[in-house]
């Protein structure tokens, strides 16, 4: 998608739909550019293959991010800067005075300088709402929405009537000194939940426990009413251990869904917790798990290989997938808008024998790299699967990206209606994409002591697509 505000809606937001004095999009795709339709910002057209960043082509990006419910996305370059566009409706962007979407990548750590400095950034995800960034020293900062406590900063907790765990944050705030002791060294983002990876293994939760995605042993459920039943789900607003269900064995990496989490431990096995409709959790029944639950097929003779180590994960909204032995992908859940639920780890034998490097879902729709080729599935209403301007807007199962057949894809991510992926020399048989000019003027840096400019324009923004090739 080049147009955020439409993406799961019949129309954009009343007065979000542009961003007032957004400059046309120069750099419609030459194919679209040849028929005089534009391509990206409100109303136009998606981007259904690959397409290089104008603005990134002629530098080099070691991550990119989002996340299953995320409309929104992260780059960062070989410098350890990180970069934010998409729907910014809540200031996840980094961005304030929210507005409906940024389309030309918004440089945070620019911006945030005084708060960030010059440390790189080495970790992110995506929430719906909110996002999280953490840097080469272990520190956490996140921005966004922050009314379930999932920017895991804390703030007063009124959740009775009103059900919100402290103000949105207006910029990415650190995250180091709340409860988490240790060194944070990857992230993982639900909804509106957030998990941290320490670097001695320890796993962190913050956000809505509604359905037990938090790991913590409970959903935080209570009656409001003393009247009548008003069930409310208390937010955990800082980061708490997940210490139940690990026993001694240490979490070496998390992938989370929109209600439910995956998690690898240095022993091989993997656990999963949340949200158990469709089979999504793998245990044979679609009960909620309160706290992490080992997956039975990853334990004895099928532990993980390499400790877990070689392992790649991921999570849609109703399913997840797992890489095991030989690299052979799992998938378990509701992966399919049709067909039975898988309700156990099953392989996906379309792609048997490929190996996987990297693994990502949107909401509806999975992308993978493996050795020289791009894979994707799912709803590709958007084009993000990449599948073409006339290829087919959804696969049941696995299909060649043909335009990135041959290329090597080091690691992918995907949002909802949103895929990017990272590719080595040579890329350029893809067309250039240059996103509309939309954000509004912040060029004064903010962060600690520093006092930010009041954005010259409250516009709403178009959209912008990924890296080397952001679907």
Not at 113 to 135: D, E, P, Q
Not at 325 to 347: C, E, R, S, W
């Amino acid at each position: 998608a080049t147009d955020f505000s439409l993406i799961g809606r019949n129309a954009p937001p009343a007065g979000k739909g542009s961003s007032k004095g957004a400059k046309a999009s120069k750099g419609a795709s030459k194919g679209a550019a040849a028929s005089g339709t534009p391509v990206g910002g409100p109303g136009t057209p998606e981007l259904r293959a690959f397409h290089r960043l104008g603005s990134f082509s002629a530098q080099k990006l070691s991550l990119v991010a989002s996340g299953t419910a995320a409309c929104h996305g992260i780059l960062v370059n070989e410098n350890g800067e990180a970069f934010a566009f998409g729907r910014n409706e809540a200031g996840q962007c980094g961005i304030t005075p929210p507005c409906a979407q940024i389309s030309t990548p918004f440089n945070l750590s620019k911006q945030y300088s005084a708060l960030i400095g010059k440390k790189k950034v080495v970790a992110a995800a995506c929430g719906k709402h909110h996002t999280v960034l953490v840097t080469e020293d272990g520190c956490a900062y996140a921005c966004g929405s922050n009314k379930m406590g999932q920017c895991g900063h804390g703030g007063k907790v009124d959740t009775p009537k009103s059900q919100k765990a402290g103000a949105d944050s207006e910029k990415p705030v650190e995250l180091k000194q709340c409860d988490i002791q240790e060194e944070v060294v990857s992230v993982a983002c639900g909804a509106d939940f957030t998990m941290f990876v320490t670097k001695n293994g320890q796993l962190y939760a913050c956000g809505s426990p509604q359905y037990g995605q938090l790991g913590n042993g409970t959903d935080g459920s209570f009656n409001s009413s003393a009247s009548s039943i008003k069930m409310v789900f208390e937010p955990f607003p800082k980061p708490t251990r997940v210490y139940q269900g690990f026993g001694t064995e240490k979490v070496i990496g998390v992938a989370c869904g929109h209600n439910h989490s995956i998690a690898i431990t240095d022993a091989g096995h993997a656990y999963t917790w949340g949200f158990g409709g469709y089979g999504r959790l793998g245990h044979k029944e679609q009960k909620d798990e309160m706290t992490p639950r080992r997956l039975e097929t990853f334990t004895n003779r099928f532990v993980l290989p390499d400790n877990g180590k070689s392992c790649r994960m991921a999570c849609g909204q109703t399913f997840s997938l797992i890489t095991a032995f030989g690299g052979q992908l799992y998938v378990f859940g509701k992966p399919k808008a049709t067909g039975d639920n898988i309700m156990y780890p099953k392989p996906l034998m379309e792609i048997s024998g490929w190996t996987m490097r990297s693994i990502a879902c949107g909401a509806t729709h999975t992308v993978a790299c493996s050795e020289k080729s791009t894979i994707a599935w799912g709803s590709s209403q958007y084009g993000e699967c990449a599948f073409g301007a006339g290829g087919p807007k959804s696969s049941a199962n696995p299909k060649l990206v043909d335009d990135a057949e041959g290329l090597v894809a080091n690691s992918c991510a995907a949002g909802t209606g949103l895929s990017m992926v990272l590719m080595n020399d040579p890329v350029d048989k893809f067309p250039l994409y240059e996103p509309p000019e939309d954000t509004p003027d912040v060029s004064a840096p903010t962060g600690a002591g520093a006092k930010r400019k009041t954005p010259a324009s409250k516009a709403e923004p178009a959209q912008k697509k990924g890296k080397k090739a952001a679907k």
